[in-house]
């Protein structure tokens, strides 16, 4: 029984020791990978519980104090440096085979610590069947299945954040909901590159405490795995869709239209509208190439969202709670470049990415006497350039700036651009 004891924990400190791969916020355990044929056989015998976790102690300037920003949290009034934790995160994965030694469920459990409070992030179980293994149901606090960047977590993503429309429609990734999955896990199938999610969601994600209506949100997101094109030539791809939506607390909804002959909202207030569905829906396309070099790898990523989101004459974010106050609909679009080089422990990277939350109107005709226009309709674009050291396979240095680019407006406080460009220095700790 000692000898037995003695196994199991050599066998729990090599998954904590072994090499980490790109890790994305919904992966399967992987099972193709062996640790030798009598280490496998202690996980299908045994189970499989692996612990990790990352830590992202950062400092970060602004130009202004006080700024309002996407880089993290919103600067104080008197601050434009800061020391903070941005993630602090602790996941336990386990997974279950059955007497066949297939993998037949998985739990996962994450939480991040900050100096801003202890918060869920993860709370999820999946069960798989194995006759013909290729689906899985999930269910739980998990990750929207809508988009690459959404899903790619931030232990291994390059810039030190999501993108600003990311960060708005997407707050916090995770939604409570239930998931099917079309994903072949035998080495063999013809299907193997494909992956299939769609899902049912609550719609507020942790935005907001509780479900407030009965409204629920579709998601779904068709991709395909990496294939070789050639030699050095690697590509992947997807496509996402959301419909969903959340309940019209008011009467008053309002709509862009040509109201004074110039792009204005216009106002509908039937009766009708109190307790109909508030809109979202989402489109998504993404790409993404992998070129391999002698010595080095460039990487390019493209993703593009567009469609129509509810808000309120402040914000374009999904409310929380119920808002009693008239609800905004508004066009949007918005995506995401990456260009990445890599060479030995060094990469460099540009991103650029934009959110335009109001297409219908742009630049001076931002303004309050174009009926009811805020800055909620003001685009932004952001061009971020870093350097990135991987010292190890436990540390990595981030060095990163954003330049944070306002649409210049008629409205006060946005006639020119605003002094919010962003440097980050990172380390990040990962187990």
């Known amino acids: ?56 102690p950062q400092f970060q300037y602004i130009q202004t104090k006080g700024a309002a920003t996407y880089a993290g949290p919103n600067f104080q009034p008197n601050s434009n440096n800061r020391f903070i934790l941005r993630r602090g995160r602790v996941r336990f994965d386990y997974a279950r085979f ?7 469920a998985q739990f996962v459990f994450q939480f991040d610590g900050t ?38 977590s931030s232990q291994d993503r390059e810039s030190p954040e999501r993108g600003r429309m990311s960060q708005i429609l997407m707050r916090t990734e995770r939604d409570l909901g239930a ?13 193997k590159w494909l992956k299939v999610d769609a899902g049912v969601f609550n719609g507020q994600g942790l935005t907001g405490t509780a479900e407030y209506d009965s409204y629920k949100d ?31 607390n008011t009467k008053y909804v309002y709509e862009m239209g040509k109201p ?34 002698h010595n080095s790898v460039t990487t390019l990523r493209a993703e593009y969202w567009w469609g129509t989101q509810t808000g309120t004459d402040e914000t374009t ?13 508004r066009k949007f679009n918005g995506a995401f470049f990456y260009l990445l080089h890599a060479f030995g422990k060094n990469q460099v990277g540009v991103k650029f990415d934009w959110y335009d939350p109001n297409t219908k109107v742009k630049g001076d005709d931002i303004s309050k006497s174009h009926d009811n226009m805020n800055p909620a309709d003001i685009r932004y674009n952001t061009l971020g350039v870093g ?33 919010d460009n962003v440097l980050t220095f990172r380390l990040q700790f990962r187990f």
């Open 1 to 56: 029984m000692r000898r037995l004891t003695s196994y199991i924990i050599v066998a729990f400190f090599l998954i904590l020791s072994s090499a980490a791969k790109a890790q994305f916020l919904m992966d399967m355990v992987d099972t193709s990978h062996e640790m030798g044929k009598s280490m496998l056989a202690m996980y299908y015998k045994y189970n499989y519980l692996r612990i990790s976790g990352y830590i992202q």
């Open 98 to 104: 059955n007497k066949n030694d297939k993998l037949s």
């Open 115 to 152: 100096e801003r409070g202890v918060n869920i992030r993860d709370f999820w179980g999946r069960v798989f069947e194995n006759k013909f293994e290729v689906l899985g149901f999930t269910m739980g606090m998990f990750a929207r299945p809508f988009g690459y960047e959404v899903n790619l």
């Open 179 to 191: 998931m099917a999955s079309f994903e072949p896990r035998g080495k063999s199938h013809k299907l």
């Open 218 to 248: 579709f998601i779904t997101r068709a991709s395909f795995k990496p294939v070789a094109i050639n030699n050095s030539l690697r590509m992947s791809g997807g496509l996402s869709y959301l419909n969903g939506g959340f309940i019209q």
């Open 260 to 293: 004074n002959g110039a792009p204005g909202f216009i106002v509908d207030s039937s009766e009708s509208n109190l307790g109909e569905k508030a809109p979202r829906i989402y489109y998504g396309a993404d790409a993404q190439w992998e070129l391999r070099h």
């Open 317 to 329: 974010e999904t409310p929380g709670v119920i808002e009693n106050q008239p609800y905004y609909v």
């Open 387 to 419: 350097y990135l050291n991987y010292i190890n396979e436990n540390l990595k240095l981030v060095l990163w700036y954003d330049f944070v680019m306002n649409e210049k407006t008629q409205l006060e406080g946005y006639t020119e651009d605003i002094k």
